[in-house]
């Protein structure tokens, strides 16, 4: 028997648009991000590397997805952005630290509800609110947070 999560997600996906398959996939990692970070004060080392892990194979999902020469400044800033993401996720890894978890899924939730305005806007077939959703993706730029020597 199919768990009902599973059966609600599989039905979200099928018909999806990109953009809603990438909010979906900030959701993924948010959650992941959740439960790691609740791993993390439950000491569950498995657990929290395994939805770490998780969290990573969804960010290079959402990379791989990026077409650089379309995207022009909006997917080079989120290239950027997912690089800073994956080096501070293995540094929460590595550190134990929640703080840094917590950090990650706040710009994370900044992102998502970018893309949920993109999303909602293609929904209601306008050109012009997609156009200047977009705007608001390339402007979220939660990079900004993340410090300076990340690409060390």
Do not use: C
């Not at 999560?5 to 948010?30: D, F, K, N, P």
Request: charged fraction near 25%; glycine fraction near 2%.
């Amino acid at each position: 028997m199919m768990n009902p999560r599973t059966a609600y997600r599989e039905t979200s996906v099928r018909g999806a648009s990109a953009v809603r398959l990438v909010v979906l996939l900030y959701e993924q990692a948010i959650q992941d991000l959740t439960q790691a970070a609740q791993a993390m004060a439950d000491n569950n080392i498995e657990l929290r590397t395994n939805r770490i892990n998780h969290a990573l194979e969804v960010i290079s999902r959402l990379q791989v997805t990026l077409d650089m020469e379309r995207g022009g400044q909006v997917a080079r800033n989120l290239l950027a952005f997912y690089e800073a993401l994956r080096a501070n996720l293995w540094k929460a890894q590595l550190q134990v630290s929640k703080q840094t978890l917590l950090q990650q899924i706040t710009d994370l939730l900044a992102l998502r509800e970018a893309w949920s305005e993109v999303d909602r806007a293609e929904s209601a077939g306008s050109a012009a609110k997609a156009d200047a959703s977009a705007r608001a993706v390339a402007n979220a730029n939660p990079d900004e947070r993340v410090p300076a020597n990340w690409k060390a």
